[in-house]
Structures are given as structure tokens and as C-alpha cells.
């Protein structure tokens, strides 16, 4: 009889140490100082352990934290399309969403953002009236945006048939630019940090920017020689800007991809 009750009693204490996340069947978020239990820790202690996601920076788990409440990271969905320009006839945003398809749990991996903006310009209103006259500098973005405009064919002038014939390459050499352009760090306007004085950069000029009479993007240069000073700005940042001198105009670009980008 006395043997058994110290079985029992043995057993009872063994379970105790050994109680853990699992046995008290907790998985907390952030620091939870109630989320807690006893026995082995995983810095090989014996007391108080916890089951909170903080115990992961504090050191004072339980021992079996990692297999009880496993770090589940976020995941979330592709990107939806490009949608169009917020407003006509003027520099503005475009704009692409993605959703979280799990949170994350138990210190995973954070989602990363969920909204993109890019820069664009649009040229014709509403209505369809032209309005490019009204932009007197070179608007300017990453090449990226041309594939999105291929895809999305969201301007009338823009065709397969007149891409070929009527797309041109203007190489400029920049001559000064603004201090926000190497600032800008926000994922949509990296590219902007590669704009760098003295550099040659390759602007394609394609069907949704040309003027519908002249076939020519706005900024271009036109007739210019290599003396003259004509300007830019980069759409999606306002503060990015600067001047150029034309190089030359060519049928297509060889610029490496970076230092490649297209009139707005």
C-alpha cells in the first residue's frame, strides 16, 4: 500500500517537471506574463517557463515550446493587376494589393507589405481629350511599368501594330539631379537611387506617351543638340528631378537595366 502511494506521489512530481507548453496546452501572442508554466526551460533551468512569443528574446521558453506552438510565418496572395492612374493629365500613383492569406503566429515571419504604388501619368482625361501639352519636363518611370502597359492596354493609341514602328530610344547624359532621388528607399521608387550625375541612361518613348500628332514623347529632346539643357522629373516623386543633355536617338535601347527607363 505504502509503495504504491509513493508510485503515485513519484509519478505525480515527475509530470509537474516535465509540464511544459504542450502539457498545459498554451500558445500566447506578444509578452503575455500569465501564459506561463512550470518545469524545464530552455536554458536548462528549472521554475516558471513560458509559452508567450516574447520568450523567444527573453530566453525563458519551456522546453518544449518550439514543438508545442511551432512559428507559423504569413503568407500571403499574388499581387492583383496594376490598376490605372489615380488622376488624368497630371503626375500621380498606381496602385497593386495583395492579401494575407495566414497570419503569422508564435514569432513567424512577418507579413511583408500589402500595397505597392507606383508612379505614372496618364494623357488623355477622361473624356479622351489629349492633355499631354500641358507637362513641359521629361516625366519619367522604371521600364517595369512598360510591361504593365503592354498587359494592361489601357490607352487607345497603344497597339502591337504601332509599338514596332513607331517605339524610339533617347540616350541622355544626366548633368544634375536632386538630392531625394538617392533618399527614396520606398520599394515602388528604388529605382531612382540609380539616377546618377554624369551617367548615360536610356529613355523609351512609346505609344501611350507620344503626342497623337507628332508621334514624339513630350521631354524628348526633339531637335535638341548636346548643349542644350533640358529637364526631368521622375514620376512618384515630385523631389526627384534634374537636368540631362540628349545624346542621341536610336531605334532601340542597350542600357543596362537599371539605367533604362520610359517617358510618361
Known amino acids: 500500500m505504502g509503495a504504491g502511494i509513493l508510485a503515485l506521489a513519484l509519478l505525480t512530481l515527475w509530470r509537474h517537471a516535465e509540464a511544459g507548453c504542450a502539457e498545459e496546452a498554451r500558445c500566447c501572442p506578444g509578452r503575455d506574463p500569465s ?3 512550470s518545469g524545464w526551460r530552455v536554458d536548462r533551468a528549472y521554475g516558471t517557463c513560458f509559452c508567450d512569443e516574447a520568450c523567444k528574446l527573453t530566453g525563458d521558453c519551456c522546453y518544449d515550446y518550439a514543438q508545442a506552438c511551432p512559428a507559423l510565418p504569413c503568407i500571403v496572395g499574388e499581387w492583383s493587376h496594376w490598376s490605372g492612374c489615380a488622376a488624368q493629365c ?10 494575407i492569406q495566414q497570419e503569422p503566429k508564435n514569432g513567424g515571419e512577418p507579413c511583408p507589405p500589402l500595397e505597392e504604388r507606383a508612379g505614372c501619368l496618364e494623357y488623355t482625361t ?19 511599368y512598360s510591361k504593365e502597359r503592354k498587359k494592361r492596354a489601357a490607352n487607345p493609341r497603344w497597339s502591337s501594330e504601332t509599338e514596332n514602328s513607331r517605339s524610339y530610344c533617347v540616350e541622355f547624359k544626366t548633368e544634375t539631379l536632386s538630392p531625394r532621388c538617392s533618399m527614396e528607399n520606398r520599394p515602388y521608387a528604388q529605382w531612382m537611387q540609380y539616377i546618377r550625375e554624369g551617367f548615360t541612361v536610356c529613355v523609351t518613348c512609346q505609344p ?13 529632346g526633339g531637335d535638341a543638340d548636346g548643349n542644350k539643357v ?14 540631362w ?3 542621341q536617338q536610336l531605334e532601340e535601347c542597350s542600357c543596362p537595366l537599371v539605367h533604362s527607363f520610359i517617358f510618361t
Not at 533640358?230 to 537636368?243: D, E, K, M, R
Open 35 to 37: 501564459c506561463a508554466s
Open 90 to 99: 497630371k503626375p500621380n500613383f498606381r496602385m497593386r494589393t495583395r492579401i
Open 126 to 144: 477622361y473624356e479622351g481629350q489629349d492633355c499631354g501639352d500641358e507637362h513641359v519636363p521629361a516625366f519619367i518611370t522604371t521600364s517595369e
Open 208 to 220: 501611350p506617351a507620344m503626342h497623337t500628332s507628332s508621334h514624339r514623347c513630350f521631354g524628348d
Open 230 to 243: 533640358l529637364h526631368w522629373q521622375a514620376v512618384g516623386n515630385p523631389s526627384c528631378h534634374g537636368t
Open 245 to 247: 543633355k540628349k545624346v
